[in-house]
T-cell receptor, first 111, second 112 residues
Framework: KQEVTQIPAALSVPEGENLVLNCSFTDSAIYNLQWFRQDPGKGLTSLLLIQSSQREQTSGRLNASLDKSSGRSTLYIAASQPGDSATYLCASHPDDYKLSFGAGTTVTVRA | GAGVSQSPRYKVAKRGQDVALRCDPISGHVSLFWYQQALGQGPEFLTYFQNEAQLDKSGLPSDRFFAERPEGSVSTLKIQRTQQEDSAVYLC??????????FGQGTRLTVV
């Protein structure tokens, strides 16, 4: 079974600082790697999807990298803002439909 | 609709009671998924439908859990004889393409 681990579990930074969130997975035979955002009481919003043949994806201030050989992905958020406060979940696709999630990193950006 | 809709948003059940959780997927979405998210944890896969066919139910934790999607649209997750360990947020997601699931806001189930 695919195991996904996220470190750290929680992170608090002052506004403007860059964020680095780490994700590791045990089975490198993944289809894709995806990062989600979850706000309290709400569902999950997809941020970035990295296909297994890619090494990174970028969207605005967000950049995610994927290293399948080491079983790691990193989400970078540049110039953090209070609105970035949320829980960020990493999920691997062990097949073409199912998601295996990590427990998430809860981020607080202090104004 | 505009998004995946789940009802009720909150449910409190007494231990031993049966509950039914509803999911209205985005119109036209063929695939539908249920996940269970315990407090402080990531979502765990429960089951997957393609239209009305349940193609994977490997994540259902026990035979007390049952899901259906009889007409290939609305889905219901039923939990019989609820227990305290069933307390969690139940998330539904739908998609038209693999790896592009849209999630609902979830139903928070509390078993007392």
């Amino acid at each position: 079974k695919q195991e996904v681990t996220q470190i750290p579990a929680a992170l608090s930074v002052p506004e403007g600082e860059n964020l680095v969130l780490n994700c590791s997975f045990t089975d490198s035979a993944i289809y894709n790697l995806q990062w989600f955002r979850q706000d309290p009481g709400k569902g999950l919003t997809s941020l970035l999807l990295i296909q297994s043949s890619q090494r990174e994806q970028t969207s605005g201030r967000l950049n995610a990298s994927l290293d399948k050989s080491s079983g790691r992905s990193t989400l970078y958020i540049a110039a953090s803002q209070p609105g970035d406060s949320a829980t960020y979940l990493c999920a691997s696709h062990p097949d073409d439909y199912k998601l295996s999630f990590g427990a998430g990193t809860t981020v607080t950006v202090r104004a | 609709g505009a998004g995946v809709s789940q009802s009720p948003r909150y449910k409190v059940a007494k231990r031993g009671q049966d509950v039914a959780l509803r999911c209205d997927p985005i119109s036209g979405h063929v695939s539908l998924f249920w996940y269970q998210q315990a407090l402080g944890q990531g979502p765990e896969f429960l089951t997957y439908f393609q239209n009305e066919a349940q193609l994977d139910k490997s994540g259902l934790p026990s035979d007390r859990f049952f899901a259906e999607r009889p007409e290939g649209s609305v889905s219901t997750l039923k939990i019989q004889r609820t227990q305290q360990e069933d307390s969690a947020v139940y998330l539904c997601a739908s998609s038209t393409r693999p790896n592009e699931a849209f999630f609902g806001q979830g139903t928070r189930l509390t078993v007392v």
